[in-house]
Nanobody
Framework: VQLQACGGGLVQAGGSLRLSCAAS????????MGWFRQAPGLEREFVAA????????LYEDSVKDRFTISRDNAKNTVYLQMGNLSPEDTAVYYC????????????????WGQGTQVTVSS
């Protein structure tokens, strides 16, 4: 499956952004979807994940009250709505797909998008 993420940009602290990730090439509902992020000099970290039909979602603790992951299987797209952004959220955000059980580990995800930059100014 090919993944194309978009929606990043520059936003002030306290602002919002919505990331989108469009999938193609395979049956989208066969995959659990995740969002990860990587700040300069740091390892890629889990942000959120959603099950194949959107019934289950996982969040990293620091975002769970601010971010919402969702998906539209008819549009082959997964979203990450981000609110109350802080400079600590600055990173390249990646979407990823897994054929396995929903998980926070990067190693579980088979396919990755190219990333979209999110920069939050103070």
């Amino acid at each position: 499956v090919q993944l194309q993420a978009c929606g990043g940009g520059l936003v002030q602290a306290g602002g919002s952004l919505r990331l989108s990730c469009a999938a193609s090439g395979r049956t989208f509902s066969d995959y659990g979807m995740g969002w990860f992020r990587q700040a300069p000099g740091l390892e890629r970290e889990f942000v959120a994940a959603i099950s194949r039909f959107g019934l289950t979602a996982l969040y990293e603790d620091s975002v769970k009250d601010r971010f919402t992951i969702s998906r539209d299987n008819a549009k082959n797209t997964v979203y990450l709505q981000m609110g109350n952004l802080s400079p600590e959220d600055t990173a390249v955000y990646y979407c990823a797909a897994t054929q396995y059980r929903l998980d926070r580990r990067t190693s579980v995800y088979n396919y990755w998008g190219q990333g979209t930059q999110v920069t939050v100014s103070s």
